[in-house]
């Protein structure tokens, strides 16, 4: 059990996202850092899904009723334990009756606090499939807020003695001015010739109205073409769209599902962990790159995470039909073969015949 | 003539598959607002849904488009397009499987409906009129979206037209019903709005805790039914609270 005794600005409890219900007009809602929470749940030996703490800017004082193995991630808002500064991005065990504290935030906006065995049940509810916050909605998570002072959390029974410390020395650096790759679209052709061309030449400062639901900028406005709305149509995580003001707002994890303003870009997945970590005052730059170098970046982003997980090997078949090679791994799904680095074992089959081969995929 | 190829030739050069950053496609169906396109785009998406393809999340349908989020480590955005031109091409637009009508209770004026007094001097209409032009037609759900469970509704009838409010009030309580220029809706859950209020359902349509948590899908026709007394308004409130109240859903 764990007590919380200051609850900080904005701790709520989050997993990766809820799936399947935005048809709904449920948001997917789930950490907005999904890398460094990723990375605080694979530290402490939990599956990577599991819910955690998502804290912003000013961390809580937690008080811990027995012994624990905590992480921290993300941001740097000076994790505290017991008076002594302790690392991000490295495991550490907590005393019973021990205190975790925040000094006060250093880079980013949004730090991950997981625990091994992870936060254990009532009252942190399970709500249409995930563990995670919505606050408008008012379910997930905690009772659907954010903590409070004298709420109290079961977490996992940690084993001490088979505890071994990982840390996680090639994490992400967060600082001030992000450039954030986007690929143009899905409206790009409703925005003028300029603005294409302000989208990844000028400053935006992030305004302190951005929160969960989105990043709001301030800068040059971008010029539609024509009117500022479209028919509503859906959204999805890092799109960029453009209202009336000419003012860009980049969509994040609590977004409305559908949206009625067009969308000049959008964020690639490898750079949703430095929007997560935007805070007001920070500056924003865009630069256009392609679909083959933002499944790069993510495939490189995601073999980071490689070192702290025990990874199975893959045995692959491809199938060659006509001009399309699909790869599927053994579990079905599909290994996409249009990025880059990919070797593997596989067995190719032409209609009867069946061959073992190595893949190896390059630039 | 087959019906791939008649729809083929109705929706013209659709459909329209764009890249939403990495991990999302947009699909285009046809432009603007229309029945046709927008039950095309859920035909399609159960299709989507149903072919248990991996690596695909979720999708979502909106009015004349569907976003298909997808996870880009398992499902290439090619072998995606590909998959959904399929689709596109062998789906039958007349389809329609899956379509329900969803009855809702509706209590219509007094402090329900406070906005009812302006609605009537702004169309003309009268309070039983109102209620009747209201109530007479089958709203198509062409969506759920702005909140969780809120529906965007087909067309109301021009003689209901009138403008929002000047100024939106803070907190519209769950289950109002309301109207405002060409549409009319229901709030599933309290929030700001600056529709005409007319009346209010005791039927929640949006419970988190449910296993299917929106009682609107994509796809259905909603028709309002008005109640005839507060008692049988409060009958129905407390029938819906024990559960034993199950809004009439008829198979199309």
Partial sequence: ?????????????????????????????????????????LL??????????????????????????????????????????????????????????????????????????????????????????????GFGGFGGRPLKAGDELKIGEANLNE??????????????????????????????????????????????????????????????????????DGTAFGTIQVPGSGLPIILSADRGTTGGYPKIATVISADHSKLGQLIPGNTVRFSVVSRKLALKALRQQERMLDSLRDLPTISSVVK???EIIDVVDETGQMVPLDGSGYRFNASVRHSEHVENVEIKIED | MTMATESKDYFGSYPQITDIGDSALM???????NPITNSLVHTMVREIQDSGWPGIREVVPVYSSFVVHYDPLKLSSIALTTFIENIHGSVDSKNSSGKRRIILPTFYGGDFGPDLDSVEELTGCSLEEIVKIHSETDYLVYALGFSPGFPYLGDLDS???????DSPRVEVPAGSVAIAETQTGVYPVPSPGGWRLIGKTPVSLFNPLRDLPAL?????????????????????????????????????
């Fill in chain 1, 320 to 322: 060659v039909s006509g």
């Fill in chain 1, 44 to 137: 402490v030996g939990n599956l990577e899904w599991e819910p955690v703490l998502e804290i912003t800017l000013f961390g809580p004082q937690i008080t811990f009723d027995n012994p624990a193995i905590v992480a921290v991630t993300g941001a740097n808002l000076s994790p505290i334990l017991d008076g002594e500064s302790v690392e991000n991005w490295t495991s550490f065990s907590v005393p019973a009756g021990g205190i975790l504290s925040f000094g006060g935030p250093v880079t980013g906006a949004r730090s991950y606090l997981s625990f091994a065995g992870g936060i254990r049940s009532s009252p942190v509810a399970e709500v249409m499939g995930s563990y995670s916050t919505y606050v408008p909605g």
């Fill in chain 2, 159 to 165: 003689r209901l037209h009138c403008p929002r409010l």
């Fill in chain 1, 163 to 232: 505890y071994k410390q990982r840390e996680f020395p090639s994490h992400p650096q967060f600082s001030e001015d992000a450039l954030l790759r986007v690929l143009l679209g899905p409206q790009d052709h409703l925005f003028t010739d300029d603005s294409i061309q302000l989208i990844s030449s000028s400053d935006y400062q992030v305004s302190v109205d951005s929160d969960r639901m989105g990043i709001r900028l301030e800068g040059v406005p971008l010029t539609h073409l024509n009117s500022p709305d479209v028919v509503s």
């Fill in chain 2, 27 to 33: 699909v285009v169906l046809g432009e603007g607002v």
């Fill in chain 2, 216 to 252: 609107l899908r994509p796809g259905d026709r909603l028709r309002f039914v008005p109640i005839e007394s507060k008692e049988e308004y409060k009958e129905i409130e407390n029938r819906c609270k024990t559960g034993e109240y199950v809004p009439e859903v008829i198979n199309l």
């Fill in chain 1, 1 to 41: 059990m764990i007590t919380v005794i200051q609850p900080g600005t904005f701790t709520t409890v989050q997993d990766l996202r809820r799936v399947g219900f935005q048809s709904a007009g449920v948001p997917e809602c789930g950490a907005v850092d999904k890398f460094s929470m990723r990375c605080a749940n």
